[in-house]
């Protein structure tokens, strides 16, 4: 799930596409683990615990796209970052090759747009792991 902690880099096309190459092939060694029975989960679960990183990376995109499309302006992640007294500060998320250049003057745009894709790809692949557990187990 680092992934979703770095969506600032997603925004660059070539490196969207390396890390769904990798992503990719992450998900086809869950494929010959279920192949081979080096599989000690209980039915499809390898796969969906492989392929994680796969589905995040397809929601993270789909996630900016729309949001970029609903409402017109980039979204990009913040973050608290805690003082000594105890209040926080809000910051603007860096990836790790691509520096943010957002603005924080959306602040509440920023902090719904951080939530919505750091919650959504949990949401989602843990319902898949349920849906998997009930119909195969």
């Known amino acids: 799930m680092p992934i979703i902690i770095l969506t600032e880099d997603l925004k660059d096309k070539n490196r969207y596409k390396k890390y769904l190459k990798i ?22 679960q390898c796969l ?13 995109k789909a996630i900016m796209i729309v949001s970029k499309k609903i409402t017109k302006k980039e979204g990009f992640q913040i ?36 939530s919505f894709i750091s919650a959504t790809p949990v949401i989602l692949l843990f319902l898949l792991l349920i849906i998997v557990k009930e119909n195969t187990c």
Do not use: A
């Open 23 to 44: 992503s990719f092939i992450i998900g086809l060694i869950g494929i010959v683990m279920l192949l081979t029975d080096w599989n000690y989960l209980c039915g499809y």
């Open 48 to 60: 969906v615990y492989t392929f994680s990183p796969f589905i995040t990376l397809l929601i993270c």
């Open 79 to 114: 973050y608290s970052k805690r003082q000594i007294i105890g209040s926080s500060k809000i910051e603007l998320s860096d990836g790790i090759y691509q520096e943010n250049k957002g603005d924080l003057k959306h602040e509440s745009y920023y902090s719904w747009y951080t």
